[in-house]
Each structure stands twice: as C-alpha cells, then as structure tokens.
DNA sequence: CTGAAAGCGCTTACAG
DNA sequence: CTGAAAGCGCTTACAG
C-alpha cells in the first residue's frame, strides 16, 4: 500500500514487486547477480512507484559517499574552469556528484571546505590551487580520504599530483625569448606560489644565459583584466621600455595588447606579450597570443581516473603524474 | 578508549565527556540548550578526539542534506559565473554545501542531475539556464524540495523565480538605439531561448517605432569568443553595412570589437556595438563596452535568502522576484 | 539467486 | 538541562 504524498521507499518497492529489501538493493548495485525475471518485475515496481533511491542512507550504509569535493580559488575567470568541467563531466558518468567549494584566491575558506567535505565524508578531495598551510596537508593526510593536488607537482604530495612543473614553464619562455633575441624583459608576477615558480624559472634560465636579471612588477590577486591598466601604466613610464612583457595569464596579455593599442603601441612590432594558459582568447585574439598551453582537461580527466583507481583497490604507486605543457608561438611574441 | 585509525564518532565523544550521544547531539545542532559546564567537557572531548560529525549520518536522521544542488549549463565563460560565487559563499555561512551540475549548453545532461540531486534528498536546487522541458518541470514540482529558477522570470515557476524580463531587456536597448539615432541594426541571436526573448522585445519595440523589421544572424551554443569572427565575416558582407550590432554577450561583443579594428573599422564612430551581461571586460575594453548590467551575484544572494525563509519555515507568496536590471551606455555605441 | 537481520552514525520526541 | 531508546533508509555478510 503506497501512501500518497510521502516518498516511496526501498521497502515500498521491495513489497510490490514480492521480493526482500536486500534483492532490490542488489537490482541497484550489483545487477548481473538478481534473476532476469526478477529485475523485470523491480523494474516495473520502480516505475509504478516512482522510486528514487536514498543515496544518503545508502552512502551511511555502504562508507561511499559517491561525493568528491573539488576546491577551487574562484570560478569568476579561472583557469581551472577547464579542469572543473572535466571533472563534472566525468564524475557524474560513475555517479558521483560533486561539491563545488570556492576558497577565494587567498585560500582564507579552504579549512572550512575541507573540513565540509571531509563531515560528508567525500570519497575524493581534489584541490587546484597550492595548499602551503603543513597543519591542513598533515590534516588530509591522516584522513584515508583520496586527495589529489592539481596543477602542480609538489615535492611531497599529500597524496597524489596531477600537474605540471611551473619551473619548467618559466624556463621554456625565457629559452623561447632568447632565442628570439629579446634583450629586456619585463616579468609580471601575480601574488601566488606558482606565479612566483614561473618567474623563479624564468630569472634562473634568463640569468644562466648570461642576461642581467629582468625587471619584475607585482600584480595582485586574483588576475583580473582590469589589471593590465596597471601594467601597460607600468610599463609607459619605463625607461629603457621592455621589448617583450611576460604575463601570468592569457586574460592579462589580452588586456595588455589592447592597452598598448590604446597608446598607439603595436604589438608584436614595438613590444612583445606572452600569456599564460592558452584559453580560446589567446587563438582569437588580434594579434593571436605566444603563450603555454596546458591541458586542463586532462588534467581532470586524470584526476577521476586515479579517484577510479583508487576505488577499484588498485595500488597507487607513483605520486606525481606530470601532464606537461607546451609553448605556443603566435604573433605576439 | 579511542581506537587508533578509526574515525572517532559521536559515541566516543559523548563516552570521553561522560554525557550521553544525545547531549552531544544537542551540542553541535542546538548549542543554547546545553549547560556551559558540559558544553566545556564535550569542547574538550572533541578537541582529544579530533571529533568531526558525520553528516551523512545526521543527515539521515534529520532529514536535512544540507546540499543544494546548483545547476548551470557550463562554467568555462558563464555569465552565471558570479550568481555561482554569490551562492557558494552564502550557502556555505550556513554549512551548507553546493554540488555544481554541469548541465551542457543544450541542458542535455539536466535530467539526470536532477535525480542525483533528488537521490542525494538536496534540500534545494537551483537552475540557471531555462528549463523548457514540461515532464521535467512537473517532476521537479511533485517533489517537496525547494526549486528556484533564476535569471529570468518564467510565467508559472516550478516553484519561486528569482530573475529579470529578457523582453525588457530587449525593448531597453531598441528604445536606447532608437534614441541615439541608429538606423540599421543587426541582431545577434544565440540559439538559446531567453536570447530569443530578448530578441523578441527589441524586435518589436522597434517595428513599434515605424522601423522595418531588422536584419538577424544566428550564432550556434555555447557563446565563444571565437563566433565574433563568424559574426564579423557575416557583416563584411552586408550591404548595406549595418550601423550597430547588438551581441547577445560581452564577449562577443568585445570579439567583434577586436575584429573590426583588425578589418580597420572603427567603432564606434564607423559600427556601434552592444553587449550583454556587463562583464568586468565590458568595462576595461578600448572602446568601452555598452552593456546591460545584471547583478548576478545579486541573483544568487537572492536565491538563498529564499532557501532560507523556506528553511525557516516561511510561506512565499510571490513567486516572482525581479532583481532588474540597468543599460550602462559606454563608448562603443 | 534470494532473504532475515544486524548495523551504518546520527537525531529527536518523550520523559524526567 | 539530560538520557534511554526508537528510528532515519539503506547495505551486506551470512546462510541457504
């Protein structure tokens, strides 16, 4: 007997279709075990009753809570944005669904993220942004929770990396520059640790070659294109003025080469841009931008596919899954 | 006795600060009720154990997920993006969670989001994108959970709508263009249906006006930069040349922008531009872009003052709340 | 291939 | 202000 305007239950469609809870639970999650006939007549109770399973009571009963969390700085004009789609797109395939948790670009919310994810006991944690407080790694890691730390390869992850090395990407840039035969470039560093490792890798390869080390200007976080007002300001009251201006993202070459064009300067011509991040803007941007592709969707992709790992039993053995990057050469440098 | 490598529950916490599971209880969901004293020794007993409540548990028991489902179309270069923001930030001062549904441009991957939301027992769901499909909507409307849609403002909401009139919208910019004197506009439609209200009211404020109907051009979901080229091949071959283009987003109107410089056609002074969503770029690009401001994040805070007020048990008795929204006349028409 | 039953870790009237 | 106990809706050995 089915009452109306209450949610049907397992048991509701247990009792319809003559078998026990236990048979319509193995219908949802282990189906190649119940008898043909019998999922037949589940099936025609599921849709009778329009039963709906409780993942919550089942995610008590099973320790699966098929939740990952996936923490970002922002989603306003990330460049995660890629990977989160990624992740979406490939999670919900296995059924799991995931919580969005948006630390700001100074990290200020990611305990408390964390701490709600680990409260719904996530089967994953996956992060972007570099996590530098040791209390909160020690913290995940004494969780057996799978956390995978993105775009990036840190030393000594807390669990798995998937990402690239932001050394090497400032060195490829200052090789690719050399080569070129630019003689003076201005380096525009955004507040964050990675920001900080591009530039870190530029300086050394820049210097090895026997340049004095760049110009450098701060900008600060999170990137907006507004910023690139600063920077062309910046860079109009430089003297000698840079021949090529390195960006930590593609939003901020984009607004540097308007800026410039604003000014009357051309670009490539009279000052060369490189970005960071190979968005659509980059290809379609007049000029078309010089700037390192990364592979953010890969980089999700990859992410699930060790959370599926994982979830299979599967022993993880290497820790750092590098997805590298490649250097794009367009007109605006 | 805790157990090393377990994780510590309710039990433990209540055993270590001899009170009963239910005192703790009370502790975390109904703190005013426990005397100080006790308050202090569960205090500590947390701290010792390094207690963290299962929610999924409690949800179970409370019948309160705590998770509000937010579903959005894609989040790669979303105008939703800060209505998204807005509602992370808020729900989250409430411990509430948000899992993010990709639904695809095309909302093909919605329905099944909609189960996993009502699997997991969200407590709200939040849709960006218009939702056209009846089944779905009358599924979504026999459940109890609170659904709000957003960013427009359908004749019968599934349940509460917090938006604006597309066709407003429309009828605003055909009034603003008409006042300025323009006399040849080209529409650009996304293949998307509140892009057709829009279009639907400027067409026919301005056929309202004596005008003859205006030329079109349909552009395929999702909106990318890159379309502006589609759009501005599509113009150079006008004849005669329209004098404004109305773009149904910032960033194709900040593309086509790019284009015609590129094609040496200034604007606005030989081709005015119109935008949509105002957008940080809106603001920065040369020229300025003339747009319509809509408030997302006022649209998400919205969404969740509603959740809220059901929440708390209130009756909502208009359905409708129109957030508004403002022309922002700039440089580029 | 299927069922009876214990259990997942909480919350919440009810009683005191 | 606090406790004993039932219950939330599932899953999963165990036994057959």
Redesign the pocket.
């Known amino acids: 007997m089915t009452q109306k305007h209450s949610i049907p239950?397992?048991?509701d469609v247990a009792t319809r279709a003559?078998?026990?809870?236990?048979?319509?639970?193995?219908f949802?999650?282990n189906p190649?075990?119940?008898?043909p006939?019998?999922a037949e007549r589940i099936r025609a109770a599921v849709a009778d009753t329009g039963?709906l399973?409780?993942l919550i009571?089942?995610g008590?009963?099973?320790?699966?809570s098929r939740l990952v969390a996936v923490l970002v700085p922002e989603v306003a004009q990330s460049i995660f944005n890629d990977t989160i789609e990624a992740m979406c797109a490939e999670l919900s395939l296995d059924g799991n669904i995931v919580m969005l948790g948006l630390t700001g670009a100074d990290n200020s919310r990611l305990a408390r993220l964390i701490d709600a994810a680990l409260a719904r006991r996530a089967d994953g944690v996956i992060l972007t942004a570099l996590m530098t407080d040791e209390t909160l790694r020690e913290r995940l890691r004494s969780r057996s929770t799978t956390v995978i730390e993105t775009w990036g390869l840190p030393d000594d992850p807390i669990d798995v990396a998937v990402g690239f090395s932001h050394t090497a990407v400032g060195a490829d840039i200052a090789r690719f520059l050399l080569g070129r035969g630019y003689q003076n470039p201005l380096v525009v560093v955004a507040a964050a640790a990675r920001a900080r490792l591009r530039r870190d890798g530029f300086v050394r390869e820049w210097t090895a070659a026997g340049r004095a080390a760049p110009d450098e200007l701060e900008v600060p976080l999170p990137t907006r294109y507004g910023h690139s007002r600063l920077v062309w300001r910046h860079v109009a009251q430089m003297n000698p003025r840079p021949d090529v201006i390195i960006c930590g993202s593609d939003v901020l070459a984009q607004g540097v080469i308007i800026e410039a064009h604003a000014a009357g300067v051309r670009v490539p011509d009279q000052i060369a841009v490189v970005g960071f991040g190979n968005l659509a803007i980059a290809g379609d941007m007049r000029p078309s931008i010089t700037t390192v592709d990364v592979d953010g969707a890969r980089i999700g992709r990859e992410a699930v596919a060790v959370l599926r790992r994982r979830a299979a039993g599967e022993q993880i053995v290497d820790r750092h899954i590098d997805v590298g990057f490649r250097l794009i050469a367009r007109e605006s440098a």
């Open positions: 239950k397992l048991d003559g078998v026990s809870t236990a048979t319509v639970s193995r949802y999650n190649e075990v119940v008898a006939a019998t039963y399973p409780n009571a089942g008590l009963a099973s320790n699966r």
